[in-house]
């Protein structure tokens, strides 16, 4: 490339790349607080109808299904800014040392309500004593995206297992995570397309689970940014494993 171009051309180039990337970051950041002050207010008028004494069924269902987008947007609002963050070379991890298998317990906790609501039970298999330098909540926010991922693509009554255990390649430490679920399963076509922004495999199956198709960017961002590595195996109708190493 820069043979073609003059280093005098690239940049400005350079220069709006960059400021594209901030302001994707600045407008994620600004849109937060209407946000945040937009859900305090739905919440506020709900409770204020629950408490009257007036029965207005179509104000109920308008709200709630306002809360509802609002949370949408809040969500996708947040992993843009991540990406914009991650973009810009900001996403560092912050490593200290922490217990792996007592964090991805933590995370795992959290998606059991939703689990529970699909009757899926998620299986964690970790060492106890297992302690690694990396940063706790990108370690925590790549189990959840993962977990959560493997939920939603599941009917009821499946079981996800999440397996962490620690191995040595070619005399790297590595810390491996397995996140299986027998799902739905992804395409062949589409598993190469699955870490890209804003893609989603076959919209009108899954647009009811309500996802934006950042959650594997992201991810796939986290690992990037410990020089990792994450892939998904999957066969339609049987189920998907994605593996994550990460060195330590
Ligand atoms: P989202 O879940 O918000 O759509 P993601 O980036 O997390 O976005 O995932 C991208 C796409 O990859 C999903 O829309 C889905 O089609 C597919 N996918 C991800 N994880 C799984 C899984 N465990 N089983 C089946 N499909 C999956």
Sequence with gaps: FSYWMSRKAMVPIARSYARQKEF???????????????LT???????????????????????????????????????LLQLARSDSGELALNR???????????????????????????????????VVEWDEERFAQLLILLVDNAVKYSPENRTVQVKLAERTVKGERMLTVEVKDNGIGIAAEALPRIFDRFYRE?????RQSGGH????????????????????????????TFTV????
């Design 96 to 130: 200290s040392p922490f217990h792996a298998g007592l964090a991805a317990a933590k995370a795992v906790d959290r998606l059991r309500p939703l689990g529970d609501s699909k009757r899926i039970a998620i299986e964690l298999d970790a060492p106890t004593d297992l």
């Design 24 to 38: 994707a970051a600045d407008a994620s950041h600004e849109l937060r607080t209407p946000l945040s002050v937009l």
């Design 213 to 240: 198709g950042l959650g594997l960017a992201i991810a796939h961002n986290i690992v990037n940014a410990g020089r990792g590595t994450i892939h998904a195996e999957s066969v339609v109708g049987k189920g998907t």
């Design 202 to 206: 076959d919209r009108s199956r899954t």
């Design 41 to 79: 207010s739905i919440e506020a008028l709900q409770l204020e109808l629950e408490e009257s004494a007036a029965d207005l069924p179509l104000a109920h269902n308008l709200l709630s299904g306002m809360k509802q987008e609002v949370g949408s947007i809040a969500k996708l609002t947040g992993d």
């Design 245 to 248: 190493r990460l060195p330590l």
